[in-house]
């Protein structure tokens, strides 16, 4: 793996320790270290990880301020945690470095993260999305209400009326609002899930997760047991997509038109960076194995260790270095809707209506 990834990995020897009089020659140790780029962003990460500790403990504080009792799971959590920015070790680490937000107890179903300050300034859920100026020369006030869809979707008349109904209904505050209060299965208890489901994707680094990781919160968030219906029913706040045959959930306010993250991380920007490393890897491992198979020669074809790279199916890891390897879970009598792949034809936001209503120097220890 080390010699796939020259952008990334560089070998290089060191003398060994002083040898015996008798002997004949002097030998090396071969060793491996990142390359100036690699290490540069390893160092960026290492000081952003210090600097967002605070703005990650808040992003555990909110998810359990928006839970039933203020407890979850850390086996739970494990499943949401890269798309929440979470370094693999937070259960160790970052619970246990905010006491005075929150703490982990044991319970008959395991360990769990448990709220221990309620912070009333935190309890905002996010504002509503701006709404596009129609840049008309006389603004007028609209004859029929109209609901402001994502280009090329297209409803049925009565999936449009739900819609405007439910746009008629009152916000209600998913951290203050009891779900007692509400009528079970009600429009006004859909209204909560949405905004629950909303607060959750828009604390995520790329504003979507996996419906999933969602299904594992039904209980503590009071979800509907048929998520996944719910969430096709609004496609004018989320947006579904197959990946690798599971559903992923997007939030549609986070994007462009051009399916653009509007926001980008500064996490997000590094693995970004990282994954050019690795894609520029790829493009000179090609462009030496056509130089060979043409018996030419490109840039420095002579390199002091000799290695193939014609094991192209070799499975190096970097393919789902940023996946998330958890087990398939399907809903409890939820009907599998069909989805819309955003990566087909390039196209992120086109969708069929009727497949809506039918996606410096510091020890460098790891995260």
Same mark, same amino acid.
């Given at each position: 793996?080390?010699?796939?990834?020259?952008?990334?990995?560089?070998?290089?020897?060191? =003398?060994?320790?002083?040898?015996?009089?008798?002997?004949?020659?002097?030998? %090396?140790?071969?060793?491996?270290?990142?390359?100036?780029? /690699? /290490?540069?962003?390893?160092?960026?990460?290492?000081?952003?990880?210090?600097?967002?500790?605070?703005?990650? /403990?808040?992003?555990? &504080?909110?998810?359990?301020?928006?839970?039933?009792?203020?407890?979850?799971?850390?086996?739970?959590?494990?499943?949401?945690? =890269?798309?929440?920015?979470?370094?693999?070790?937070?259960?160790?680490?970052?619970?246990?470095?905010?006491?005075?937000?929150?703490?982990?107890?044991?319970? %008959?179903?395991?360990?769990?993260?448990?709220?221990?300050?309620?912070?009333? /300034?935190?309890?905002? =859920?996010?504002?509503?999305?701006?709404?596009?100026?129609?840049?008309?020369?006389?603004?007028?006030?609209?004859?029929?209400?109209?609901?402001?869809?994502?280009?090329?979707?297209?409803?049925?008349?009565?999936?449009?009326?739900?819609?405007?109904?439910?746009?008629?209904? =009152?916000?209600?505050?998913?951290?203050?609002?009891?779900?007692?209060?509400?009528?079970?299965?009600?429009?006004?208890?859909?209204?909560?899930?949405?905004?629950?489901?909303?607060?959750? *994707?828009?604390?995520?680094?790329?504003?979507?997760?996996?419906?999933?990781?969602?299904?594992?919160?039904?209980?503590?968030?009071?979800?509907?047991?048929?998520?996944?219906?719910?969430?096709?029913?609004?496609?004018?706040?989320?947006?579904?997509? *197959?990946?690798? &045959?599971?559903? %992923?959930?997007?939030?549609?306010?986070?994007?462009?038109?051009?399916?653009?993250?509007?926001?980008?991380?500064?996490?997000?920007?590094?693995?970004?960076?990282?994954?050019?490393?690795?894609?520029?890897?790829?493009?000179?491992?090609?462009?030496?194995?056509?130089?060979?198979?043409?018996?030419?020669?490109?840039?420095?074809?002579?390199?002091?260790?000799?290695?193939?790279?014609?094991?192209?199916?070799?499975?190096?890891?970097?393919?789902?270095?940023?996946?998330?390897?958890? *087990?398939?879970?399907?809903?409890?009598?939820?009907?599998?809707?069909?989805?819309?792949?955003?990566?087909?034809?390039?196209?992120?936001?086109?969708?069929?209506?009727? %497949?809506?209503?039918?996606?410096?120097? &510091?020890?460098?220890?790891?995260?």
């Amino acid at each position: 793996m080390i010699h796939r990834y020259p952008t990334i990995f560089e070998l290089f020897s060191i =003398p060994t320790p002083p040898l015996p009089v008798n002997a004949t020659k002097s030998l %090396s140790q071969l060793c491996v270290r990142l390359t100036p780029a /690699a /290490a540069a962003l390893a160092a960026q990460e290492l000081s952003l990880k210090s600097a967002i500790s605070d703005s990650l /403990a808040t992003k555990l &504080q909110k998810l359990l301020m928006l839970s039933s009792h203020h407890r979850l799971l850390l086996s739970k959590l494990v499943h949401v945690a =890269p798309d929440l920015g979470l370094p693999p070790n937070f259960r160790s680490r970052l619970c246990n470095d905010h006491p005075n937000k929150f703490k982990t107890v044991d319970t %008959s179903y395991g360990r769990a993260l448990e709220l221990v300050s309620w912070d009333q /300034a935190l309890a905002k =859920p996010l504002p509503s999305p701006k709404i596009k100026s129609r840049e008309l020369i006389v603004d007028r006030p609209l004859k029929f209400k109209q609901l402001t869809l994502r280009k090329g979707l297209n409803l049925k008349r009565r999936h449009q009326d739900f819609l405007l109904k439910f746009k008629e209904i =009152p916000d209600v505050c998913p951290y203050n609002t009891p779900v007692s209060d509400l009528p079970k299965e009600s429009i006004e208890a859909e209204k909560r899930a949405c905004l629950v489901v909303r607060e959750v *994707l828009g604390m995520t680094v790329e504003k979507r997760t996996l419906i999933d990781h969602l299904t594992h919160f039904r209980k503590e968030f009071v979800l509907p047991n048929k998520l996944r219906g719910m969430i096709m029913r609004h496609p004018e706040l989320f947006y579904v997509s *197959l990946k690798g &045959q599971r559903d %992923s959930v997007f939030l549609v306010e986070g994007f462009d038109d051009k399916g653009a993250l509007l926001e980008k991380k500064e996490t997000l920007v590094i693995k970004e960076k990282l994954m050019e490393l690795v894609r520029e890897s790829k493009r000179q491992r090609r462009e030496r194995r056509k130089a060979r198979n043409n018996n030419t020669e490109i840039g420095d074809a002579s390199n002091e260790f000799e290695y193939d790279d014609n094991d192209d199916d070799y499975d190096d890891g970097f393919h789902s270095l940023f996946e998330s390897e958890d *087990l398939y879970l399907d809903d409890d009598g939820d009907e599998k809707v069909e989805t819309v792949d955003y990566r087909e034809n390039g196209q992120f936001w086109t969708v069929d209506g009727h %497949s809506v209503l039918g996606g410096g120097k &510091q020890p460098m220890e790891p995260w």
